[in-house]
């Protein structure tokens, strides 16, 4: 599951992909309807993939329960609504994950987290799939090597 560049943004419904930045802050495509929205850096949007939910022992990344509810739901969406009662989703968000602080998790976090979930699902978005971590010599490995081929690509002339 990839949510490098999808957003949430407060004051509005739903979740959006980023598509560019621009000086003034940033272009963004809603998930919901595909219309497109110029967003001003001084609105408070979150990254997805910065976003977490508290247990009793860590913070509990959100990629890493919605890639629970989608094992749980076999990539399918929730069998529960985000609108059904309150006592609903807590039972079901019990299921994905156990140890969550029902002192710092409110009802209506688990309800945009499903609701996030199920917009992310009927993109096609979700995966059961264990999130491919790089390691770090790998990572630099490969930058090494982009520079050294930017660099013969582009020879300098002499004057």
Do not use: C
Not at 19 to 35: I, N
Not at 52 to 61: D, G, I, Q
Not at 139 to 155: C, D, G, L, R, T
Request: proline share 4%; charged share 30%.
């Amino acid at each position: 599951m990839n949510v490098e560049k999808i957003l949430a943004i407060a004051g509005k419904p739903g979740l959006f992909e980023l598509k560019l930045q621009t000086r003034s802050g940033f272009l963004a495509e809603s998930l919901l309807d595909g219309k497109k929205i110029t967003v001003g850096l001084s609105s408070n949007v979150s990254l997805l993939s910065e976003i977490s939910m508290y247990t009793y022992t860590e913070e509990k990344p959100l990629v890493e329960i919605m890639r629970a509810i989608a094992i749980k739901e076999d990539e399918g969406p929730t069998s529960v609504s985000h609108k059904e009662d309150n006592t609903k989703l807590i039972a079901y968000f019990q299921e994905i994950l156990p140890d969550y602080d029902a002192d710092r998790v409110y009802a209506s976090d688990i309800k945009k987290l499903l609701n996030w979930y199920n917009i992310l699902q009927a993109k096609g978005m979700v995966s059961k799939e264990e999130p491919k971590v790089e390691s770090a010599d790998a990572i630099k490995e490969q930058v090494v090597e982009e520079v050294k081929a930017k660099k013969q690509a582009s020879p300098k002339t002499k004057k």
